[in-house]
């Protein structure tokens, strides 16, 4: 065959993976998966690469979304009734708990402090008009005291018999976002968020599922984080992160923020998570 017939060969870009299992930064000593720095004797890459990209994480949560002293207590004041009244949600623990269980905690406690009272006083978590919520039948009023989880609850009709939640959101965050400024630090585009605490980030996980999800028995959705779960993502295409090709892949930190701008807390020191980075020629 014609030398000037023959095709030029083509050689497909390389590429690896870098696996990262949070789980790990035990043998170096730190004690939360959400802030924490993977040290080895050598570099992680020499290669010559030009990409770095995230394209898969896999969350192993067990972050309680009612903290004890945090988002747990609910006061109320009620006609007939002396004093506060004062709803722990778990006690002295921290706990996973949907609407449809502070329900049922409210309608006890009310119930409890009920008991004391000559008026007959009888309180139930009941569907009225359409509003799912609880109803005291002797009509006495009952006043919400703002707290954190009133708020979040968003709890509406105080001073009236009936009180209600109104697209309640008990979820810890909103979304998480994976950060490495090491890996991110060279790109000269930049991320940018409607938040004031602006980051340039590997990938955010948005706590939200991809289907529909159930329901409590008071009918009210159980979004992700009202209880523990492990859930893998897969992120194609990855956010490509540009990488100069002649400088070696040293020590690397990671810190995974909460959309309050903050570190994600490590309640119970039971979450963790794992990420596949892939790293390519270009």
Known sequence: MNKSQE??????????????????RKTDAYPSPWDFVISKNQSLFNGFFTRIGATEVVLEWQNPNIITGV????????????????VDIGGSNSVFSTVGDILDAIAARFNTAAGSTTAPLRFNVVNNSGDVGILDSSGA????????????????????AFIFPVAPDLRPYKYLDFVSNQLTYNQNVKDATSNLRDQSVLLRWYFAFDNPTPSDQHGFPILMGYQPFVLRRLYNPPKQIAWESNMPLGQVGFQVYGNNGEIVSNYLNLSNWLMTLQISEN
């Open 7 to 24: 095709g030029t060969q083509i050689r497909y870009p390389s590429v690896a993976n870098l696996m990262i299992d949070a789980e790990d």
């Open 71 to 86: 988002n747990s207590r609910l006061t109320f004041l009620i006609t007939g009734i002396t004093g506060a009244i004062y």
């Open 141 to 160: 009023s009952i006043v919400i005291v703002p707290t954190r989880l009133s708020v979040q609850m968003n709890l509406q009709g105080s001073a009236s």
